[in-house]
């Protein structure tokens, strides 16, 4: 089984291949080449030149400052670019992009999209997701932040945590509880905050591998004007639920050309080590080929599907939990190739702290250590691999409810 794109499609990628020809440099090595100051003009740069040519938000309609791009095309830009090494935004795009703007393009008002797609574009609004409580984590549906109408604004009491990027973002999409006496998947509502205000506090957490890419963000009286609900009132379920297909559409196209240049780094870590040719090295290896092979074709499921209309809904959680649980076990080999210099890493660390390291990163120890250290997260930010599995077997499989405690 050899799938392949049309032809129409392939001429389609010869174009998205000029242009990264044209505005990257011949010497480019991909973004896991660069670090510090380096790394953060190039990106700064990059998304500029993204904005400005449609590339940024290659799906959104051209009168919000997106590409109009369809949905194969989409799909083919972001395979490109992961092959290239290229990051499709900022470090706040995903949400800003991929997940608050498609939203808004399928729940928000006119009022919504006018006013804040062109400012996503342009960099004037940076945003993040503010789902998880320490109540609240994966089983979103016990969200407890409460939102409470007062006039024309609502006011905002309570607790977010794990929130990505939290630090570098001015606006938060939150999910808030806006009628605690409904049931708990009707009582909730979609709120776009302004952070700038003296009701928010954004504190970092301290994740095992030193980087605090995470935060807890406190709402004290923080307000929120009553348009700015997204979907209608007590209707955030349904949105939030819409929103996380977004977020795990992309990585259908994108994860397994990452997880496969990860392992192609691996086989030269081997190599460079001396135990390619160990029968238990090669046995663990030739584990992980299959599971990214498996994986490309979950992808591509995914995909034939979106390509159909389909956006992700519960299936989501299908590759989620798989690559997840996969990345545990590749990194975990790669820090026995290493051996004892996994103790003291020395090297570039990763630039993200979610799954692979970028292409062109240095095959080093610290580089393997950290990327060990960060697969552990992958298996509980964006749904915890046991409430992944959860929603396969009830809303995917049909199978009865897990029992509820009395």
């Avoid at 590339?55 to 009168?63: D, I, N, Q, S, T």
């Avoid at 606006?171 to 409904?182: E, K, S, V």
């Avoid at 030193?210 to 007590?234: I, L, M, Q, R």
Wanted: charged content about 20%; proline content about 6%; hydrophobic content about 40%.
């Amino acid at each position: 089984m050899n799938p392949s794109y049309s032809n129409e499609a392939e001429e389609y990628r010869q174009k998205v291949q000029a242009f990264l020809a044209e505005k990257l440099p011949s010497t480019w090595k991909g973004i896991g080449s660069l670090e510090g100051e380096q790394l953060e003009e190039f990106v700064t740069q990059w998304r500029a030149t993204l904005a400005s040519t449609g590339y940024l938000a290659p799906g959104w309609p051209v009168e919000y400052g997106g590409g109009g791009l369809s949905a194969l095309e989409q799909v083919i830009v972001a395979e490109e670019f992961a092959r290239a090494g290229v990051p499709t935004g900022g470090p706040n795009d995903v949400f800003g992009i991929q997940m608050l703007g498609n939203t808004l393009l399928l729940f928000g008002s006119e009022e919504q999209k006018s006013h804040y797609l062109p400012r996503i574009i342009s960099g004037e609004d940076t945003w993040c997701q503010g789902y998880s409580e320490p109540n609240a984590g994966s089983d979103l549906s016990n969200v407890g932040l409460k939102a409470t109408l007062d006039g024309d604004q609502w006011i905002l009491n309570g607790q977010k945590i794990w929130t990505s990027a939290g630090h570098l973002a001015d606006h938060i999409f939150t999910l808030a509880r806006t009628d605690p006496d409904a049931p708990k998947h009707k009582g909730i509502s979609f709120l776009l905050v302004d952070m700038r205000q003296p009701g928010i506090e954004v504190r970092p957490i301290k994740m095992i591998s030193g980087e605090s890419e995470f935060n807890e963000v406190f709402y004290t009286d923080a307000v929120v004007p009553k348009e700015n609900v997204v979907g209608g009132v007590n209707n955030g379920w349904a949105v939030a639920m819409g929103l996380l297909g977004f977020e795990r559409g992309e990585a259908a196209a994108t994860a397994p050309i990452r997880f496969q240049a990860e392992l192609d780094r691996l086989l030269l870590l081997a190599k460079q080590r001396g135990v390619a040719s160990d029968p238990r090295i090669r046995q663990r290896l030739a584990w992980c080929y299959s599971k990214v092979q498996v994986m490309r074709f979950i992808g591509m499921r995914t995909l034939t599907q979106f390509l159909n209309g389909h956006h992700p809904g519960p299936d989501g959680a299908i590759f989620k939990l798989y690559w997840s649980e996969y990345h545990k076990v590749v990194t975990e080999l790669g820090i026995d190739i290493i051996g004892l210099d996994a103790l003291v890493p020395t090297g570039r660390k990763p630039s993200s702290a979610f799954q692979t390291d970028d292409a062109g990163a240095p095959n080093d120890s610290m580089s393997w250590a950290m990327t060990f250290l960060n697969a552990r997260a992958g298996t509980i930010y964006a749904g915890s691999s046991q409430i992944q599995k959860n929603i396969i077997g009830e809303m995917v499989l049909g199978l009865p409810k897990e029992p509820k405690p009395n």
